[in-house]
């Protein structure tokens, strides 16, 4: 009896190791078993209304902590305990650098945005300190008049982190106040808009992708040069406005051309209109403004709702979504940035 318990002992542990070496390592197709256990139990916490245990609060650290080719930072604000991280490039040179703020998907995390876009590869060839901060449930409170995620509809103040955020960075790295720039994708770049229309002063230029103005009232925006690069077939967030067939539950997105039209208002963009084609299936509008800002407008021909220039993620093949191989969003977003 003992020599059988023995032996029903040794293959349980067995078995607990295989299934832990497959949990770090991912399982068949490279899905990873954890990330979808993280995921699943994401959504449930979302369900039963996201309350932390004090445990939980207490295990995370308000030190910086190294990971790869970031440093994280924690930041306790609006009674959540935020996460933020920061690249410094390789060769940033003597002087003050410029900083770009790059803001995940809804559903996204920083890291991984930040690894799929090249943003570090950018910040490095460029000079950029890159700021990546991740939202509450990877979503974010972008002011709009249908709420879309859980920061959204619990009125998470992202503005204010934000700009706590924007304060920290500027204390602890040789970074220039007067060349900041928010970048952002789908959601992301909702939640750029939105820093434009409230805390212009801090900001020099933002660049949208696949995203759209949804803030319901914008009382800003002057003095912030725009980038906005959207897909004619997007379904996600739909250029025209409205609901597309794949965007999210109760989305009634304005009209991507409503936060251009403002932009180039608030701006004075009455000094001609330029055309220039990056690449073959990519055509950029740019209004010169009064004050030496510029409003550019690149519509991708038959682009679906993702960043151009990279390997469509498996959704987006599964969904026949076209991601212009051909169009550079990264690179063109950095020099656009670097010309204000």
């Known amino acids: 009896m003992r020599k059988r318990a023995r032996t029903l002992l040794v293959l349980g542990l ?192 933002i660049a949208v992708v696949a995203g759209t103005m949804a803030v319901d009232r914008c009382i800003g925006a002057t003095g912030v040069s725009l980038l906005h690069i959207h897909g004619s077939n997007d379904q996600n967030v739909p250029l025209q406005g409205g609901a597309g067939t794949m965007s999210a539950a109760r989305a009634n997105y304005p009209s991507v051309l409503n936060g251009i039209a403002l932009f180039q208002e608030r701006n004075q963009c009455t000094l001609g209109t330029s055309v220039t084609q990056p690449a073959q299936d990519t055509t950029c509008e740019i209004r010169t403004c009064g004050t030496r800002e510029v409003v550019e407008f690149c519509t991708v021909s038959g682009g679906g709702h993702g960043w151009p220039g990279i390997d469509p993620a498996r959704w987006q093949e599964r969904n026949d979504v076209y991601v212009s191989p051909h169009f550079d969003a990264t690179g063109h977003i950095a020099r656009f940035f670097l010309a204000q």
């Open 14 to 205: 067995v078995l607990s190791a295989s299934v832990w070496v497959v949990a770090c390592v991912g399982g068949p197709g490279g899905v990873n078993p954890v990330r979808e256990w993280r995921e699943v139990m994401g959504a449930d916490r979302d369900r039963q209304g996201g309350q932390q245990t004090q445990r939980q609060r207490q295990s995370i650290s308000a030190a910086p902590e190294a990971s790869g080719q970031f440093t994280a930072f924690t930041l306790p604000h609006g009674g959540e305990t935020r996460r933020y991280f920061v690249h410094q490039p390789a060769a940033g040179g003597a002087g003050a650098l410029p900083v770009m703020l790059a803001f995940h998907g809804g559903g996204g995390d920083p890291q991984s945005f930040a690894a799929r876009t090249g943003l570090v590869e950018m910040a490095d060839r460029y000079g950029f300190l890159l700021v990546v901060p991740e939202g509450v449930r990877g979503s974010w409170n972008t002011g709009g008049a249908s709420p879309v995620g859980f920061a959204a509809r619990s009125g998470v103040d992202d503005t204010g982190f934000v700009g706590a955020m924007l304060d920290e960075v500027l204390a602890r790295y040789p970074a220039d106040r007067s060349r900041v720039f928010a970048a952002g994708l789908s959601a992301g770049g909702m939640m750029a808009y939105r820093l434009a229309c409230e805390m212009p002063e801090r900001l020099s230029a």
